[in-house]
């Protein structure tokens, strides 16, 4: 079992460039999410998402960042036009359901961070 | 209302001694509060959690202490050892729209630091 794979681990970029940090979740977890972590703070939320649907993106920046998961292939977080601001690491996790009483539909699965970098 | 205070900032503990970390919260509605420990260079990795329901869970070393009435909880570490040195934050979520699922929010974190 590969756990939470994100890639790449590092990332550096010039302000104006496009990041894409792509996070495959755990075997048999059908469900995603993106965190940041800022430097010396806690993680906060961006997405959650579903295969190919956006369920909650009250954490995501209005303009320039975007996020997808596909019905093939990993999810995607996109930072368009970056700027030193967005230097961050950001963590994706999995978890296997969601429901009304269900246990274990908010037991997340972290990978290892993609750490930005905004020159 | 979302967010939940932790403390201490940092934490020096001798091996064998007792790490104990505070959180609070306002917003009533959380209903699962989870402790998560990260090591640098890593993710954060879910170590106990609770419930609202019961005041104490225990698993191993590791103690989770819930105060509903002060919407507070807190992360006892007994015989603290230098491999639990560490970034340890709390966190709790709640139901959205009836509906359970891994949106958490973080406390700051805190530093824990074992000396052998």
């Known amino acids: 079992n590969a756990g939470v794979m994100q890639n790449p681990r590092h990332l550096v970029r010039r302000r104006g460039q496009e990041a894409r940090l792509r996070c495959s979740p755990m075997?048999?977890?059908?469900?995603v999410y993106w965190y940041r972590q800022l430097p010396e703070e806690g993680l906060k939320f961006m997405v959650y998402?579903?295969?190919?649907?956006?369920?909650?993106e009250s954490g995501m920046p209005k303009e320039r960042f975007s996020a997808e998961f596909p019905k093939e292939g990993p999810s995607i977080l996109r930072i368009q036009q970056v700027v030193r601001g967005d230097s961050a690491a950001y963590f994706c996790?999995?978890?296997?359901?969601?429901?009304?009483?269900?246990?274990?539909?908010?037991?997340?699965?972290f990978g290892a961070g993609s750490r930005l970098t905004v020159l | 209302q979302q967010q939940v205070k932790q403390s201490p900032q940092s934490l020096i503990v001798q091996k064998g001694g007792i790490s104990i970390i505070n959180c609070a919260y306002e917003?009533?509605?959380?209903?699962?509060f989870p402790w998560y420990q990260q090591f640098p260079g890593k993710g954060p990795a879910l170590l106990i959690a609770?419930?609202?329901?019961?005041s104490e869970k225990k698993e191993g070393r590791f103690t989770i202490s819930f105060n509903k009435s002060a919407k507070q909880f807190s992360l006892h570490i007994m015989d603290s050892q230098p491999g639990d040195s560490a970034t340890y934050f709390c966190?709790?979520?709640?139901?959205?729209?009836?509906?359970?699922?891994?949106?958490?929010?973080f406390g700051q974190g805190t530093i824990l630091t074992v000396h052998p």
């Open positions: 996790a999995s978890s296997p359901r969601q429901g009304r009483f269900s246990a274990g539909a908010n037991v997340l699965t």
């Open positions: 075997k048999g977890h059908s469900h």
């Open positions: 998402l579903q295969k190919e649907n956006i369920i909650d």
């Open positions: 917003n009533t509605a959380f209903d699962y």
């Open positions: 609770i419930r609202p329901d019961v």
């Open positions: 966190a709790a979520s709640m139901r959205v729209g009836g509906t359970s699922y891994g949106k958490l929010t």
